[in-house]
């Protein structure tokens, strides 16, 4: 549970430090004009979601004690290509070592931080939902992608798991239209 914990504090912290860089850009820089408020909120939430998301799924996992930053470095074969092969990962973890660690974190975390990609891409843009899911598969597939030559675990799984989740964000912005109306 302190994994996860410390997960979602790490994304907190690169959201709250991306907000004054994002208003930079955005009003000293670029010098655009707020149309509405809701709007702009929304969009500096979505970009700093954006910026936290992709440097947590980038950054090499680290340890921090008092010997200094330690990065834990993963195996270059630790690149998965078999879908589904998550159900034996979950199976060896959560049914015979007992550790939900897993459950929590590669399952249901990659679902999570991709439903705001389904809600917010439709809402912001007005973008068509097999296109929201076409960006979803772009952005998880470049991200495995990218972290071949990091020492992170690439997976086709996370891909499977991150647009489930986008598909969950778009079913949860259509149940938000009918509500308006």
Known sequence: MNEILEYFKNILIIMMLSIPIYYVVRFKILK???T??????ILIIFTVYMIALTLQIVTPKFIINTSGIHIIHQDLD???IIPFYFIKDFYNECILLNNYNY???NIFGNI???IPIGFLLP???NIKYKRVMLYGIMFSFIVEIIQIWLPRVTDIDDIILNNIG???GILLYKKYLKSKF
């Open 166 to 168: 986008v598909y969950i």
């Open 78 to 80: 630790n690149i998965n």
């Open 36 to 41: 509405s408020k809701k709007r702009e909120i």
């Open 103 to 105: 459950l929590f974190i």
């Open 123 to 125: 809402y912001l843009f």
């Open 32 to 34: 655009i004009k707020i």
């Open 112 to 114: 999570l931080l991709f």
